[in-house]
């Protein structure tokens, strides 16, 4: 089946530094990934859907200049957590489409817990 | 409005005894996708069940069992004869086409299986 790859799986790091979360599909071509963002004991909320080769779509109230997210070919999506804050501290989350149609399921990666000092 | 509302938020049995996890969601696109989602402790999404909005059926695979029902927007998650290991946190989800799809998630049931 279609597998998507997350890493890493846990980060911790210094208040400020910046943090580059990579999402990749292994065995398929993914047009577009998203990224969810998962507070402790709480639900996944979309950040952005990413479409390669085209500019990230934020969802309301996610500041695009805190998160980069970059899909530079079908099978690579990056976030980037800029200047971190201890408020950053969260579950990270990608998913991958297999195509554009709708009717095509999303994968999800494993995730990645960020915690930030 | 919450789109999907997974009104339990915390539930425990015990041990062989079936339970029912409660999704309601809401919609105007006649053309959605509703999902069931588990998360165990360890934190990653183990995929379900995808049904459509044109599949009415009810399903079942092995201890799981799903009934959709579009008068009551519901989208009812049964595990019969429960085992510690379903210990987890279940997200049901929606999407929608003239959403692109996107999937909105719940607020998750923790479910607690006690020996």
């Known amino acids: 089946g279609a597998v998507v790859s997350q890493h890493p799986s846990r980060v911790i790091c210094k208040s400020g530094t910046s943090v580059k979360i990579e999402c990749r599909s292994l065995?398929?071509?993914?047009?577009?990934m998203f990224w969810y963002r998962q507070f402790p004991k709480q639900s996944l909320m979309l950040m952005a859907t990413?479409?390669?080769?085209?500019?990230?779509?934020?969802e309301q109230g996610v500041e695009k200049d805190k998160f980069l997210i970059n899909h530079a070919s079908l099978t690579l999506s990056t976030l980037t957590v800029t200047s971190a804050h201890p408020e950053d501290s969260s579950f990270y989350i990608c998913?991958?489409?297999?195509?554009?149609?709708?009717?095509?399921?999303?994968?999800f990666g494993d995730g990645t817990r960020l915690s930030i000092l | 409005a919450q789109k999907v509302t997974q009104a339990q938020t915390e539930i425990s049995v015990v041990e062989k005894e079936d339970v029912t996890l409660d999704c309601v969601y809401e919609?105007?696109?006649?053309?959605?996708?509703l999902f069931w989602y588990k998360q165990p402790p360890s934190g990653e999404l183990v995929f379900l069940i995808r049904r459509n909005s044109f599949d009415e059926q009810n399903e079942i695979s092995g201890r799981y069992s799903w009934n959709f029902q579009k008068s009551t927007s519901s989208f009812n998650f049964t595990i019969t004869a429960s085992q510690v290991v379903d210990s987890a946190v279940y997200f049901c989800a929606l999407s929608e086409r003239n959403r692109d799809d996107k999937i909105i998630f719940g607020k998750g049931t923790r479910l607690h299986i006690l020996p």
């Open positions: 990413s479409n390669e080769g085209s500019k990230a779509t934020y």
């Open positions: 919609t105007r696109d006649t053309t959605y996708y």
């Open positions: 065995d398929f071509q993914a047009t577009t």
């Open positions: 998913s991958a489409r297999t195509g554009a149609l709708s009717n095509q399921p999303q994968h």
